[in-house]
């Protein structure tokens, strides 16, 4: 190998380490990258995201709500994420809290996508349990 192949290979590893690293620090460390997560949606209070259980098949159908599971989603930087456990009590609910870079995605015809089967809002929610 020659001076300036040896130089040329360097500066290549050189530069793939030194992306690694700021990338590991980027994503790692400071943790800056935006989630999209459902949490919690009270159906009777706001409008929210249904996925009918009959069709889906993950762990957020429970026999409690067999039928439906109402959700609302939310877009949030990682860095502002509780490090916690989800399922322990001790760790908060994911919510916006009018915190600056968090946002929650409005359920419409444009956001439904494929796991979500309808939108729900709280007037025809409380007509269908009346009916």
Same mark, same amino acid.
């Given at each position: 190998m020659d001076k300036k192949s040896k130089i040329l290979? +360097? @500066? $290549?590893?050189? +530069? @793939? $380490?030194?992306? +690694?690293?700021?990338?590991?620090?980027?994503?790692y460390?400071?943790?800056?990258?935006?989630?999209?997560?459902?949490?919690?949606?009270?159906?009777k209070e706001e409008t929210c995201f249904v996925r009918d259980c009959y069709t889906a098949s993950d762990d957020g159908c429970t026999e409690e709500n067999s039928f439906s599971v109402y959700c609302k989603?939310?877009?949030?930087?990682a860095?502002?994420?509780?490090?916690?456990?989800?399922k322990s009590a001790?760790?908060?609910?994911?919510?916006?809290?009018k915190e600056e870079g968090c946002m929650e995605i409005p359920c419409n015809e444009e956001t439904l996508g494929t796991n979500y089967n309808s939108c729900s809002d709280p007037e025809t929610y409380m007509q269908n349990l009346e009916q």
């Open positions: 290979f +360097a @500066v $290549f590893f050189l +530069a @793939v $380490f030194v992306s +690694a690293g700021i990338s590991f620090y980027k994503y460390i400071l943790k800056d990258f935006d989630i999209l997560a459902e949490t919690n949606c009270n159906p989603l939310i877009k949030k930087n860095s502002a994420i509780q490090d916690c456990d989800p001790s760790c908060g609910a994911l919510d916006c809290k």
